[in-house]
Every structure is written in C-alpha cells, then in structure tokens.
C-alpha cells in the first residue's frame, strides 16, 4: 500500500517526521530513499525532535551510525549509508547491537545495507517537485498505513494497491 505527500518546504517534511515519530514511536525499521537533497536528514531531524530529541541533528555521512537515547523511548539508530564502502561494515559499527523491535532504526540509502539489514516496517521515498518535495511512503502493514493515513488527513492521496 501506497501514501503520496505533498511537501511544500523543509517544515512540512520535518512535521511529517512529527508524524511518523507519533505512529513508529515503538520501533521499526524505517528507510528513507532519494537522491542527495531530498531531505531524508531533514524528515529524520523531524522525526528525532518529536521524540523529544534537544541537541543537533545531523546526518551521520561520516560516523555512518548515530544512537539516540531518549527517555521513556525505545532508542533511534540513524544511519547514513551513503559512504559504506561493504554491507559487512554494520556488523563492525555494532547495528546487529539493537533489535528492531526493540528500536526504531531510521536508514538513509537503505540500498548499500542490502543483505545486512531488516526488512522495514516503512519505505518512504522523497524527490524533488518543483518547488517543494513529494513523499511516497510504502508498507505491507495494512494497519501502519490506516494509521498514517489517519494521521496525515485530507493532505495526503492513498493508493490501496500493493506496489
């Protein structure tokens, strides 16, 4: 099942971390696809700021892994796999630590991990358009996508076919 979402500028992909934060608040394994500036870092830094997350985000380009612990939270991995160089590389910066139910893992260029990492709970490809930035989030889980469907109201377009 498929969401299509308008984003007009880096607030609307930020609240649509909010979002996501409010629905995968218990863990998963989110991957964030798209082309450099599309705003996967900018849709995490959302994310991990509605979990109460104060400090900087950045993207971790260079660490590849950067772990939050939250109060009260199930702990954020945010990965950014842009520089793996190996998919075993994860073995070596401890992801196999954390289970996925048991954190909420965010990925940013999934695609490099390919073999390493767990299947997601939630694909959310990001493009350019326009002006602004189109999101297409992506799952099998009927119930994520009526949840985010709810969440999202009348700005997001469903499609209720499987992709």
């Known amino acids: 099942m498929r969401i299509e979402q308008a984003l007009v500028d880096s607030a ?10 409010r629905v995968l608040a218990g863990g998963g394994v989110l991957y964030l696809r798209g082309d450099l500036g599309a705003g996967k870092t900018t849709l995490a830094r959302g994310l991990l700021r509605a979990l109460g997350v104060a400090g900087a985000v950045r993207s971790p380009t260079y660490t590849l892994l950067e772990i939050y612990e939250i109060s009260g939270r199930p702990p954020v991995l945010h990965m950014d796999l842009y520089r793996l160089q190996d998919p075993e590389e994860l073995v070596a910066i401890g ?19 390919e073999g390493f990492l767990p299947a997601p709970s939630l694909c959310i490809d990001l493009s350019t358009a326009g002006h602004g930035r189109r999101a297409c989030l992506q799952s099998d889980d009927a119930g994520l996508m009526a949840e985010l469907r709810e969440q999202l109201g009348a700005s997001a377009s469903a499609d209720s076919h499987p992709s």
Do not use: H, I
């Open 95 to 113: 992801v196999r630590d954390f289970s996925p139910e048991r954190s909420l893992w965010l990925v940013e260029w999934p695609e490099r991990g």
């Open 12 to 21: 609307a992909t930020e609240a649509l971390g909010g979002v996501l934060a």
